[in-house]
């Protein structure tokens, strides 16, 4: 599969993910992934070791504008969606608009859902469906000194000098 063929819509991500379940467990994870960076990369691939596929939500630039403030995203949703599907580690991508990704979670019945150890169980989106559903909710570390938004401020804080 080309990197570009790894983003897919719901609707193909879906039957490609009921698919690849007759395989082995498949990993869901979200994010902006706006600067993409070590800790992404680190978070990204402890997400696949969780199962034999990943599956990345990536929010919109829409998504992205309502959640970090109109000078979000600095890369568009396509570049954003190129950058993650050329990880060996992603196995798809998919684009979703909604506040949350609860919706494409349940079109999608991940086996393994997946976010940073920032949240707890009982405050990630789509915990409760993925567990009545016989699945499971993981955390995962997150590399100290790494985000965006510390990045963003760090290259402000040099112009300024």
């Known amino acids: 599969m080309a990197n570009a ?64 403030g109109p000078e979000r995203p600095l890369n568009n949703e396509t570049a954003r969606a190129r950058m993650l599907a050329a990880l060996a580690c992603t196995d798809a991508v998919i684009l979703f608009d909604e506040p949350t990704p609860l919706e494409l979670i349940t079109a999608i019945s991940p086996d393994v859902l997946v976010k940073g150890s920032d949240y707890t169980v009982d405050t990630i989106v789509g915990a409760d469906f993925v567990i009545e559903h016989g699945g499971s909710v993981k955390t995962i570390d997150l590399v100290e000194g790494y985000s965006t938004t510390g990045i963003i401020e760090k290259i402000k804080n040099s112009l300024t000098k």
């Open 5 to 68: 063929d790894k983003i897919v819509s719901v609707k193909d991500g879906a039957a490609l993910i009921a698919k690849w379940k007759q395989e082995g467990e498949v990993v869901f994870t979200n994010g902006c992934f706006d600067i993409l960076h070590l800790g992404h990369i680190d978070y990204l691939e402890k997400s696949r070791n969780l199962g034999t596929r990943l599956v990345v939500g990536l929010n919109t630039d829409a998504s992205v504008k309502r959640l970090k």
